[in-house]
């Protein structure tokens, strides 16, 4: 492919795919680990989850600032570095059962991890050309796809034979390889610090007051924030889809062997997002990117109302991998036409308000699951519920895309038109 010829790129690739692979391998094997051990008490594998989810919202009005006014570079690397720091250090925790101290590390790694994402992809915007956006938004729907095909799997396979510890000591040795990578990356100083050195010292006043300037440009551009308003329902749905497979198979298709049929079920997803990866650049080419979005999210809506009438558990599998088929063609769209819409130096910023707005909402919708289900409602109920949520963001997006997008097609032919007087002038 033409944009690995892109050296820093494919570094950067090599790194965030390294960390990745490290990241979910411990993560299923202290789920394992906790179930091992603590089998009486269910809910710490609840609290791990917690541990790696709840982060964000402690952070998140720090790391979109901080990628846009520090170097990038050396965020990503010190990111990395500070949790394979802290993996030593949970590594002693592993070995003398310090439980409490386990939980504290974990969430001390998520939290100095939410800041390498922005960056990380805040350097991509500055070293990729337009052109390829979407292709290494693709590569990264690939990526993902991956690892819900074999990451269960690795997880399992490095539990059982190297045990925890050395699953963990495969984490903190994949945050080294990526810091390496990274390092050795030789990156413009325009993609790394966009908007210039800036010496001064950041106090919690500084970090509003820019946090608040993401808000404002998201506002103040009606195409994006469009968009970021259907990430609000997106939150919802991902709640709800983080548990609807196993409630599905718990509560309906197949109570006595759901634990079976919910790996598989990532499995089945994960061979449709492969699929739908390698075709969404096609895709967004042949039909426009605002038109795979609207069509992609209406196909998931009909096919989610299909969903929750099923009674059979192979035909329900079946289905999902359509469902990542034409899913992840929708989410290299959004990501690639984020980055070619926002300004390299607001970047950080804009990602910055996604996560957290994302995270609420999808932390709402499991709340509301918990309370209703299944003492109000039956399963097929939430299928409904979501489906409709998405046939709403589909239809949204049908009635304001299309003529916002000609709207900024205009906007750019006419600042292009002003670039090239002033600079037949000069």
């Not at 590594?91 to 990380?120: D, G, H």
């Not at 010496?199 to 993401?214: H, I, P, Q, R, Y």
């Not at 967004?284 to 609207?294: S, T």
Request: net charge positive.
């Amino acid at each position: 492919m033409e944009i690995f010829k892109n050296v820093v790129f494919t570094k950067m690739f090599i790194a965030a795919f390294a960390s990745q692979m490290g990241s979910t391998i411990g993560n299923v094997a202290f789920a394992f680990y906790l179930l091992d051990n603590f089998s009486t008490q269910p809910s710490y594998a609840t609290i791990a989850e917690l541990m790696y989810s709840l982060p964000i919202l402690f952070v998140f009005f720090l790391v979109g600032v901080v990628a846009d006014r520090w170097d990038r570079k050396k965020i990503t690397v010190h990111s990395d570095l500070i949790r394979a720091g802290l993996t030593v250090l949970l590594i002693a925790a592993v070995y003398f059962q310090v439980l409490w101290l386990i939980f504290a590390l974990l969430f001390i790694r998520s939290a100095v991890s939410k800041f390498f994402a922005p960056a990380e992809m805040s350097i991509l915007q500055g070293i990729l050309s337009k052109e390829h956006y979407m292709q290494a938004s693709g590569l990264n729907q690939t990526v993902i796809g991956l690892f819900l095909l074999f990451g269960t799997g690795m997880g399992a396979i490095s539990y059982h034979y190297v045990g925890l510890m050395g699953t963990v000591i495969i984490d903190g040795i994949s945050f080294i390889i990526s810091a390496i990578l990274i390092y050795s990356c030789s990156i413009p100083l325009e993609a790394r610090l966009p908007n210039g050195k800036d010496n001064k010292a950041m106090s919690l006043s500084s970090v509003l007051v820019d946090f608040k300037e993401g808000l404002t440009y998201i506002l103040n551009f009606k195409l994006l924030k469009s968009i970021v308003s259907g990430f609000l329902v997106f939150g919802i749905i991902n709640g709800a889809f983080s548990v609807l497979p196993l409630f599905t198979m718990k509560y309906k298709l197949s109570p006595d062997h759901y634990e079976q049929y919910v790996s598989l079920f990532s499995i089945f997803l994960g061979v449709g997002f492969v699929i739908g990866s390698g075709l969404g650049a096609k895709f967004i080419k042949l039909f426009k990117v605002h038109r795979v979005i609207i069509a992609g999210i209406i196909l998931c809506s009909v096919l989610t109302f299909v969903i929750g009438t099923l009674e059979n558990v192979w035909i329900y599998l079946s289905i999902w991998i359509v469902v990542g088929v034409i899913l992840a063609p929708v989410n290299v769209a959004l990501s690639g036409w984020m980055t070619e819409l926002v300004d390299p130096k607001l970047m950080g910023r804009v990602s910055g308000w996604i996560d957290p707005l994302m995270m609420l909402t999808h932390s709402a919708s499991l709340a509301v699951i918990a309370v209703i289900f299944p003492a109000f409602i039956k399963v097929d109920v939430i299928y409904m519920g979501i489906g409709f949520l998405l046939l709403v963001v589909g239809g949204y997006y049908l009635l304001v895309l299309p003529k916002l997008v000609t709207d900024q097609v205009k906007l750019a032919k006419s600042q292009d038109l002003k670039r090239v007087s002033i600079d037949g002038k000069a």
